[in-house]
């Protein structure tokens, strides 16, 4: 009984690792910021298409994962960004500026 426990602790350590791999493997997105709110944790993002998400190119407003995602961005800024769903949310998981 001890093995199969002991095995089915290592499957689930395992498949819950590749699963955290896996979010980290996100299509990388170049875009525009058009708008930072801070004091609500968006950002609007004029952006190529998403591949994960399968949205077309467009312009939209993302909830910033994390505040400080948000950090040192403006309007007019070339960022390279992932984007998933976040608790039932569109949102931005990293960002960096620069194309």
Known sequence: MKRINLAATALITGLTLSGAALAQDLPVVSGTVE???????????DHGPIKNLDMDAMTMVFRAQDLTLLKGLKA???VQFTADRVNGQISV???KKGS
């Open 35 to 45: 708008k930072v709110d801070t004091a609500q944790g968006k950002v609007t993002i």
């Open 76 to 78: 007019g800024d070339k």
């Open 93 to 95: 998981t990293s960002i």
